[in-house]
C-alpha cells in the first residue's frame, strides 16, 4: 500500500454538522435557537400570577378574620373604590385626589423619564471615559466614591433651599441618585472587558478607538444593562420621596397626603401604581437589552 493512501486512510472523518439531535430521531435544529412556544403560552404566562395571587389571597384571608384592625388594613373593596374616585371622580377643592390620577402619574412618569434619561446618558459617557483612560479615573473617579456613601435622600432639603419647592429638586434628586449606579457598572464593564479581546483586535490593525467602539462598548453592554435596571428602580423610590417633600403633585404627594388625613386605602392604592408603572419601566429597558444583546442570548444557548 503507498504512503499516499495510508495517508488518506488515516485521515479522520469529517466534522459532525453545527445541527445536533438531541435524542435518536428527533428532528435536528441549529444551536442557539429556542423552541417555539404555542402563541397563547407566549402571550400569557400564568406562573407570573402564583405569587401575587397568593398574596391578595392573604390579604382577604387577614381583613375577613379581622386579625388587624380594618382600620389599618382595609379590604380590596375599599382600595378599589378609593381607586375609582382617584381615577374617574369630579374634581372637588374638597378633595385632594379625586379626579387627579392621570395628572399625578403624568407628572410622576416625567420626572422620572427626565431625571433617569440624564442620569443614565451622563453616566454611561462619564464611565466609558473613567474606564479607558488612567488620567480620567485619577481625575474623576475620588470625587465619585466620596460622594457615593453619603444618602441620596440628604441632598433633598440641599436641593429644596437652592430650588424651591416644585419640579427641579424632585429633577435633581432623581438623576444625582440614579446617576452613581449607572456610572460603577458602566466602569466595572469597561474594566472587564478581556484583554485578549482587545489585542486581538490590534493584532488585526484596529486603532483604539476602533477598538473601544467595536470591541470594548459591545463586550460591557450585559454590565451597562444591569446597571440600567437597577437604576430605573432605585429612580421610582427617590422621586416618591421628594414628591412627598417638595412637589405638588405626583405619586408620592398622593401617598403623604393620603397618611396625613388616614386614606390607608388611598395608600395602597398609591403603591399598587408605583409598582406597576415600576415594573412596565423595567420591562421596556429589559426588552430593549434583550434586542440589543441577542448576540450574547446566542452564545449562552450555544453552551447549553
Not at 406562573?47 to 392573604?58: R, W
Not at 422620572?112 to 434619561?117: A, I, K, R, T
Not at 466602569?187 to 478581556?194: D, F, N, R, S
Amino acid at each position: 500500500m503507498s504512503p499516499s493512501l495510508t495517508t488518506r486512510s488515516a485521515r479522520p472523518p469529517d466534522r459532525a454538522p453545527i445541527h445536533v439531535a438531541v435524542e435518536a430521531g428527533a428532528q435536528e435544529r441549529p444551536l442557539g435557537r429556542q423552541v417555539s412556544r404555542p402563541w397563547w403560552r407566549r402571550r400569557l404566562d400564568p406562573i407570573p400570577l402564583i405569587i401575587p395571587a397568593l398574596m391578595f389571597a392573604a390579604w382577604i384571608a387577614v381583613y375577613e378574620a379581622q386579625l388587624l384592625s380594618r382600620v389599618l388594613i382595609p379590604g380590596p373593596i375599599e382600595v378599589l373604590t378609593a381607586m375609582r374616585e382617584w381615577l374617574f371622580g369630579a374634581r372637588s377643592a374638597l378633595s385632594f385626589y379625586s379626579g387627579t390620577f392621570w395628572g399625578d402619574v403624568g407628572a410622576s412618569v416625567f420626572r422620572v423619564l427626565v431625571g433617569f434619561g440624564v442620569a443614565a446618558v451622563a453616566a454611561i459617557i462619564l464611565g466609558v471615559l473613567v474606564g479607558w483612560f488612567p488620567f480620567v479615573e485619577r481625575l474623576v473617579d475620588p470625587t465619585v466614591q466620596v460622594l457615593r456613601p453619603i444618602p441620596r435622600t440628604a441632598f433633598l432639603p440641599f436641593a429644596v433651599i437652592l430650588f424651591g419647592l416644585g419640579n427641579l429638586p424632585a429633577l435633581v434628586l432623581v438623576t444625582y441618585g440614579t446617576f452613581l449606579l449607572v456610572y460603577i457598572q458602566v466602569v466595572i464593564g469597561v474594566k472587564l472587558v478581556p484583554r485578549d479581546l482587545k489585542r486581538a483586535a490590534r493584532m488585526l490593525g484596529a486603532s483604539d478607538r476602533t477598538i473601544l467602539f467595536t470591541v470594548v462598548l459591545p463586550s460591557a453592554l450585559p454590565a451597562i444593562f444591569a446597571g440600567l435596571r437597577v437604576a430605573i428602580a432605585y429612580s421610582w423610590m427617590v422621586l416618591i420621596l421628594a414628591e412627598m417633600l417638595a412637589v405638588g403633585n405626583g405619586l408620592g404627594y398622593i401617598l403623604w397626603h393620603g397618611y396625613e388625613y388616614g386614606r390607608v386605602d388611598l395608600v395602597i392604592a398609591g403603591m399598587l401604581m408605583i409598582g406597576v408603572f415600576g415594573y412596565l419601566s423595567d420591562r421596556l429597558i429589559l426588552a430593549i437589552m434583550k434586542r440589543k444583546l441577542a448576540w450574547a442570548t446566542a452564545i449562552a444557548e450555544t453552551q447549553l
